[in-house]
């Protein structure tokens, strides 16, 4: 009996291990406990994507990833991913068209002359696309893959789930055509 007893638990504890390291692996995909400034998206269809405005020239999307930066000029955080974010627009560019989006007027946008953003930008002073995304603080990047379903979301610099080129380059794996 004593032995069927350890036979069970030594099972269960195998299976707890085996649960929590597969779930570990899968950390940047389904990340049911990360602090989101926004609702959460994960393998769900994007909203319609809308802007009022591209202050740059509008992009072809067609079969390719879309990442969304959610940004402001008066936000430090924001400021400081656009290097980090000009890199992987460059790097990425045949996979992925990078878009800064702006709540802030066409006037206040232009107005900032440092750090220069070096991908697509637009503007929606209606927030439609942040209150379809409801983001609640930024930066907030959002990756839309091909078909137009959410593979990444968040604030990418958030310890233990930040947006990385590893994470990206997985993504393109897993989801690309």
């Known amino acids: 009996m004593i032995t069927f007893i350890k036979s069970i638990l030594t099972g269960t504890i195998i299976s707890v291990f085996l649960f929590v390291g597969i779930n570990s692996l899968n950390a940047q995909d389904v990340t049911p406990n990360k602090k989101m400034y926004g609702k959460s998206f994960y393998h769900q ?22 990442m969304i930066d959610f940004w402001a000029t008066w936000c430090g955080p924001c400021k400081k991913a656009i290097p980090k974010v000009n890199q992987w627009a460059e790097k990425y560019k045949d996979q992925m068209v990078v878009i800064g989006l702006s709540d802030e007027t066409e006037k206040k946008v232009l107005a900032m002359k440092q750090p220069v953003m070096e991908y697509y930008s637009a503007i929606d002073t209606k927030r439609r696309l942040k209150s379809a995304f409801q983001v609640s603080g930024i930066p907030h990047v959002v990756v839309i893959d ?3 379903i959410v593979r990444w979301q968040g604030f990418p ?8 080129d590893e994470v ?4 393109f794996e897993k989801y690309g055509k």
Do not use: C, M, N, R
């Open 168 to 171: 990206l380059e997985g993504i």
């Open 146 to 148: 091909p078909q137009g």
């Open 157 to 164: 610099f958030l310890p233990g789930h930040e947006l990385t």
């Open 45 to 66: 269809k994007a909203p319609e994507f809308v802007v009022e405005k591209w202050l740059s020239e509008e992009p072809d999307t067609k079969d390719k990833f879309i």
